[in-house]
């Protein structure tokens, strides 16, 4: 059965740092492009990042909210994809989904996707 699980959200202080993972079970998740989406309430989704599937290079987008303050890399020897958040704002507050593409690449920081996990919460306040 194919699956997405995301962990690692939590509570932080502005200027702190997150460490999300997105572990898959039932594909390898180094054959395809996976990225990061958030959900705030009241608002739009936003693509966070994206990495492309390593066969097609490994390239790496950042939506411009993030770029400079995230990292999305890949551990192939844990299927797991990783997205770790530094210099956190309050504005970084949301649910955050990690998501299979339907192939390996990403075309930018908001693809589309055929498979997402359920979420976790990420809470950035004093």
């Known amino acids: 059965q194919l699956q997405l699980v995301e962990s690692g959200g939590g509570l932080v202080q502005p200027g702190g740092s997150l460490r999300l993972s997105c572990a898959a079970s039932?594909?390898?998740?180094?054959?395809?492009?996976i990225g990061w989406f958030r959900q705030a309430p009241g608002k739009e989704r936003e693509g966070v990042s994206c990495?492309?599937?390593?066969?097609?290079?490994?390239?790496?987008y950042y939506a411009g909210s993030v770029k400079g303050r995230f990292t999305i890399s890949r551990d192939r020897a844990k299927n797991t994809v990783y997205l770790q958040m530094n210099s956190l704002k309050p504005e970084d507050t949301a649910v955050y989904y990690c998501?299979?593409?339907?192939?390996?690449?990403?075309?930018?920081?908001?693809?589309?996707?055929?498979?997402w996990g359920q979420g976790t919460q990420v809470t950035v306040s004093s």
């Open positions: 990495i492309s599937s390593s066969s097609s290079g490994g390239s790496t």
């Open positions: 998501g299979r593409t339907g192939g390996p690449f990403c075309r930018g920081p908001s693809p589309r996707f055929d498979y």
């Open positions: 039932g594909f390898t998740l180094d054959y395809y492009a």
